[in-house]
C-alpha cells in the first residue's frame, strides 16, 4: 500500500519548457487535490478533483492545467514554465471532502 | 484565501517539555485538522475535531476548537526530539470544498 505516490521528485526547467507532474492513489480515494508550497506562504490551492471526471479551479490555477486521468491518476501540466513557478508541489487524496488529506512527499520543481 | 493561522510562526522548547500551538479561522467551519510536516516530506495528518467539539485527545496530542472565538490549540505534551516539525491547521468554510492551510508552526525540540 503506497498511498499517494508522486514523480518526479526534483526537476529542473528553463523558462518556457512545459512538463506534467504525476499523482497516483491507491486508496480508493474519491477526491485528488494540488497544492504548491512556497517559503512564508504556506500551502495553497492549485486545483481540485472532487470525483472522477471533475476539475475545479482552488486559490492559484493561473499557468496550470489538470486532468483526472481516472480514479487513481490526477495530473498537474505546466505549460509555459516561468520563474514565480518554482515551488514544491504536493499531491494529496481523501474520501471526501472535509475528510482527511493523504499527502505525497512532493515534487521540487525549480524554473531558471 | 488562507482559513487558518497558526500563531507563533516558530517555538523552541527542550525535551519533556510541553508545546502549545494556535491557530484562529475565518469562517464558519464543519471540522478543523491539523498536520504535522517533517523537513522534505509531505503532510501528515495528526487530528481532526468537528465543529460540534470541544475538545479531542489522540496520545500525546491535545486539541481544542472553540467556535465563538474562531480558534483552536495543539497542545503535545512531554515533546521529544522526534516531534520537530512544522505544524499546520486546515479548515473547510461551510461553502467551500477543499482544505485551506495555515502558514504553520515551526517546532524545534531540542534534546
Known amino acids: 500500500n503506497a498511498g499517494v505516490t508522486q514523480t518526479p521528485k526534483f526537476q529542473v526547467l528553463k523558462t518556457g519548457q512545459s512538463m506534467t507532474l504525476q499523482c497516483a492513489q491507491d486508496?480508493?480515494?474519491?477526491?485528488m487535490y494540488w497544492y504548491r508550497q512556497d517559503p512564508g506562504m504556506g500551502l495553497r490551492l492549485i486545483y481540485y478533483?472532487?470525483?472522477?471526471?471533475?476539475?475545479d479551479k482552488g486559490e492559484v490555477p493561473n499557468g496550470y492545467n489538470v486532468s483526472r486521468l481516472n480514479k487513481r491518476e490526477f495530473s498537474l501540466r505546466l505549460e509555459s514554465a516561468a520563474p514565480s513557478q518554482t515551488s514544491v508541489y504536493f499531491c494529496?487524496?481523501?474520501?471526501?471532502?472535509?475528510?482527511?488529506?493523504?499527502f505525497g512527499n512532493g515534487t521540487r520543481l525549480t524554473v531558471t | 484565501s488562507q482559513q487558518g493561522e497558526e500563531d507563533p510562526q516558530a517555538l523552541s522548547i527542550q525535551e519533556g517539555e510541553n508545546a502549545t500551538m494556535n491557530c484562529s479561522y475565518k469562517?464558519?467551519?464543519?471540522?478543523l485538522q491539523w498536520y504535522r510536516q517533517n523537513s522534505g516530506r509531505g503532510l501528515v495528518h495528526l487530528i481532526l475535531?468537528?465543529?460540534?467539539?470541544r475538545e479531542k485527545h489522540s496520545g500525546r496530542l491535545r486539541v481544542t476548537l472553540d467556535t465563538s472565538k474562531k480558534s483552536s490549540s495543539l497542545l503535545i505534551t512531554a515533546s521529544r526530539a522526534a516531534d520537530t516539525a512544522s505544524y499546520f491547521c486546515?479548515?473547510?468554510?461551510?461553502?467551500?470544498?477543499?482544505?485551506?492551510f495555515g502558514k504553520g508552526t515551526s517546532l524545534l525540540v531540542t534534546p
Open positions: 478533483s472532487a470525483s472522477e471526471g471533475t476539475t
Open positions: 475535531i468537528r465543529s460540534n467539539e
Open positions: 494529496a487524496s481523501s474520501e471526501a471532502n472535509n475528510s482527511p488529506l493523504h
Open positions: 469562517t464558519s467551519i464543519n471540522n
Open positions: 486546515a479548515t473547510v468554510s461551510n461553502s467551500g470544498y477543499a482544505l485551506n
Open positions: 486508496m480508493n480515494h474519491n477526491s
